[in-house]
């Protein structure tokens, strides 16, 4: 079984920055594409970023544009979120999600993936 483990988030003054890392354990996992999901308190579930492995595409919600980073090391099987100028309103639980059928552009819905880690809190104060 496959499971997709976040780690990187705390706390952290608003100008801040955060790295997240998503690493797939368990047996080996292919993707076709993973992308970070947050939930803040009372809201729905919103896409942040994602990154497809075949031609390293990339898209970014436009919240965070300009701001956060996603990139992946296919040999670690580890996609990272590098999160800068953070602000308050990125307060939420982060998700990575994997897609492991073949997919054309990066995913930016739920639905888009089927397998989902269990996130990881990421607070900045102001």
């Known amino acids: 079984q496959v499971h997709l483990a976040e780690s990187g988030g705390g706390l952290v003054q608003a100008g801040g920055s955060l790295r997240l890392s998503c690493a797939a354990s368990g047996r080996t996992f292919s993707s076709s594409a993973v992308g970070w999901f947050r939930q803040a308190l009372g809201k729905e579930r919103e896409f942040v970023a994602g990154i497809r492995w075949s031609g390293d595409n990339t898209n970014y919600a436009d919240s965070v544009k300009g701001r956060f980073i996603i990139s992946g090391d296919s040999a670690k099987n580890t996609v990272y979120l590098q999160m800068n100028s953070l602000e308050p309103e990125d307060t939420a639980v982060y998700y990575c999600?994997?897609?492991?059928?073949?997919?054309?552009?990066?995913?930016?819905?739920?639905?888009?993936?089927?397998?989902w880690g269990q996130g990881t809190q990421v607070t900045v104060s102001s």
């Open positions: 999600a994997g897609r492991r059928t073949w997919s054309l552009l990066v995913p930016t819905t739920i639905n888009g993936y089927d397998l």
